[in-house]
């Protein structure tokens, strides 16, 4: 919860400050800044062949260079998972935008990267029901693109009813279900996934990315720096590292020759290793 009133606030702080209100606040969510995202390879039947990676690509992904990798391997029951507690509590009345796009590589059964909701419909804190939002049961599922789903009114189905089918959209579930919320407590109840599934799933590749919830957008981006040369920085090199990020080409620079500096007053117990050597470049 303390993530998520976090989220809000920031989301409300650029909507005094920008314009644009609508405009979600980007939050790159790499391998070194997981931003309350956890990467967990369960299996929901044999040990998993699974995996997760952060990765550049494939193709021109719709924010920044890379995006996360879901792997099954032979085991289609393997549930490759990214996942956060971020949204914990969340009432599904209360979402106004909830979308994402995956891209395919190799999908034995038309399949791509979903969305499941671990859900609380009476307010116990013990979950009801899991809903799972899929693309092949919204549109055609094409490989080697990049295409985009719109999961807030798209069709989802339900555990609980046995499903699929039946399927519905979140706003007739919450119809019957005005209590339904995303379970609280600390697990992480928001998972986008692969797998799960058996045969359909088997030796599954394929990758999500641009994920927007309500005010956020995930991008998700293979770690990229430190920069370690000055010139990396230069003819805008700077704006390719996300570990750290740069507002200009002068921070950059700044940061590389902040690591480069040898320490010129080692402390008394200091056992500096460079102690001695000259490799500052000022020809002394
Ligand atoms: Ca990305
Ligand atoms: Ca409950």
Redesign the pocket.
Known sequence: MKKRALAVLVGGVLALTVAAAAVAATV?VTPAHMDGWAAVNDTCGAPSTGSIAFVNGPGS????????QFKTGSNGDSYPSLRTANYNGTKLSSLTALDYWTYVSVAPGSQAAYIDLYVDNNGDGVRDDILTFEPVYNGTVTANTWQHWNALTGLWWSDSMGGPPPLFTLSSYESSHPNAAILGGSDTNFILAAGCGGAAWTDFVGNA??LTVNGTTY???PTIGPPTSKEQCKKGGWQTFNNPSFKNQGQCVAFVNHQQKPKKKPKPHDNDNNQGQDNDNDND
């Open positions: 790159t992904p719709p924010a920044g260079v890379g995006s996360v990315d641009k991008n998700f981006e």
